[in-house]
C-alpha cells in the first residue's frame, strides 16, 4: 500500500520559514513525481509545486513562486518543500502527492494525510 507521510509542518510567525518533508513507501522517485497541495478552510484545494520523476522538473503555482522551493532525495526517497517569506494567506494543511507533474497538472494519484502550516503572529 502506498503511503505518503508528511511532516515539518507547525506554527511561524509572518516572514519565517517552514520546511516540510513527505516520506514516500512503495513507490519509487524514480518513477513518481511527488507534489503538494494545500487546502485552506472554506477555500478550494491548490496546487502548491511538483517536482518530475525524470529530470528533476519543478513546477509552481503563481502564489508561491520565489517563495517555496522543492527538491527530492531519490536515495532516501524524500521530497521536501522549503517554505520563506510565508504569509497568513498561506495558511493551509499540507498534503504530499504522488502521480504525474507538469506544466498544468498537479500529481493526484496517491495523497498523505496532511500537515498544518499556521502563519500567524
Known amino acids: 500500500q502506498v503511503q505518503l507521510v508528511e511532516s515539518g509542518g507547525g506554527l511561524v510567525q509572518p516572514g519565517g520559514s517552514l520546511r516540510l518533508s513527505c516520506a514516500a513507501s512503495?513507490?519509487?522517485?524514480?518513477?513518481?513525481?511527488i507534489g503538494w497541495f494545500r487546502q485552506a478552510p472554506g477555500k478550494e484545494r491548490e496546487g502548491v509545486s511538483c517536482i518530475s520523476s525524470s529530470d528533476g522538473s519543478t513546477y509552481y503555482a503563481d502564489s508561491v513562486k520565489g517563495r517555496f522551493t522543492i527538491s527530492k532525495n531519490n536515495a532516501k526517497n524524500k521530497v521536501f518543500l522549503q517554505m520563506n517569506s510565508l504569509k497568513p494567506e498561506d495558511t493551509a494543511v499540507y498534503y504530499c502527492t504522488a502521480g504525474d507533474c507538469g506544466a498544468y497538472a498537479f500529481p493526484s494519484d496517491y495523497w498523505g494525510q496532511g500537515t498544518q502550516v499556521t502563519v500567524s503572529s
Open positions: 512503495v513507490i519509487t522517485l524514480d518513477y513518481y513525481a
